[in-house]
């Protein structure tokens, strides 16, 4: 590949593109970082190529006849299957970060460990929980909430703080439901 700021990507480029990616997963290496690599020999953003490569391997994967024309192997075309997670494990990986931090961990600590040191599920874990906490914070709201029935401490990831005990008190009994209030009412009362 030369230094081609043009726009329009030539058969050698693709070509070239596509056999660093391949070297890239052959060696354990992330796409983004073959990416990463084109991108500055080509002047072209790290989007751009990220694009324009899911793009062709689209088109090699509808029309594969096109792909062996290049000499692309079918092996570089193929993309890992995606697999979204079901609402009990998003709701397990909020409830773990929320708990590590009150426990005195990072949120990337505690991804470490749910992910047992594997880089792309951690990836993953990582971008679901921010994933979740910009775009469905009433999930959140809802898992803090049940946290606090339960009575475990957690840190709030919208940066609220109790003051003091009495408004985790005040959360915790405005969780409960009504039976539930009269029995803590009555424990209560036989402590005073």
Same mark, same amino acid.
């Given at each position: /590949?030369?230094?081609?700021?043009?726009?329009?990507?030539?058969?050698?480029?693709?070509?070239?593109l596509f056999a660093l990616c391949d070297s890239?997963?052959?060696?354990?290496?992330?796409?983004?970082?073959?990416?990463? +690599?084109?991108?500055?020999?080509?002047?072209?953003?790290?989007?751009?190529? !990220?694009?324009?490569?899911?793009?062709?391997?689209?088109?090699?994967?509808?029309?594969?006849?096109?792909?062996?024309?290049?000499?692309?192997?079918?092996?570089?075309?193929? !993309?890992?299957?995606? +697999?979204?997670?079901?609402?009990?494990?998003?709701?397990?990986?909020?409830?773990?970060? $929320?708990?590590?931090?009150?426990?005195?961990?990072?949120?990337?600590?505690?991804?470490?460990?749910?992910?047992?040191g594997d880089a792309r599920k951690a990836l993953?874990?990582?971008?679901?929980?921010?994933?979740? $906490?910009?775009?469905?914070?009433?999930?959140?709201?809802?898992?803090?909430?049940? $946290?606090?029935? !339960? =009575? +475990?401490?957690? +840190?709030?990831?919208? =940066?609220?703080?109790?003051?003091?005990?009495?408004?985790?008190?005040?959360?915790?009994?405005?969780? $409960?439901?009504?039976?539930?209030?009269?029995?803590?009412?009555?424990? /209560?009362?036989?402590?005073?």
């Amino acid at each position: /590949m030369n230094n081609n700021t043009n726009k329009v990507w030539t058969i050698e480029q693709t070509k070239s593109l596509f056999a660093l990616c391949d070297s890239h997963r052959d060696a354990g290496k992330s796409l983004s970082s073959a990416f990463a +690599v084109v991108a500055a020999k080509t002047g072209r953003s790290v989007n751009s190529v !990220r694009n324009y490569y899911y793009g062709q391997a689209k088109t090699f994967e509808l029309v594969p006849e096109i792909a062996k024309r290049l000499g692309i192997k079918p092996t570089s075309i193929k !993309r890992e299957s995606f +697999v979204p997670f079901d609402a009990s494990e998003v709701d397990a990986l909020v409830e773990s970060i $929320l708990i590590g931090k009150a426990r005195g961990k990072s949120v990337r600590a505690t991804i470490a460990e749910l992910s047992g040191g594997d880089a792309r599920k951690a990836l993953r874990l990582q971008n679901k929980y921010r994933s979740v $906490l910009r775009s469905h914070r009433d999930d959140v709201e809802r898992i803090m909430r049940d $946290l606090d029935a !339960r =009575g +475990v401490a957690y +840190v709030d990831p919208y =940066g609220r703080e109790e003051t003091d005990n009495f408004d985790r008190l005040t959360r915790y009994i405005a969780a $409960l439901d009504d039976n539930k209030v009269g029995k803590f009412l009555s424990i /209560m009362e036989k402590l005073t």
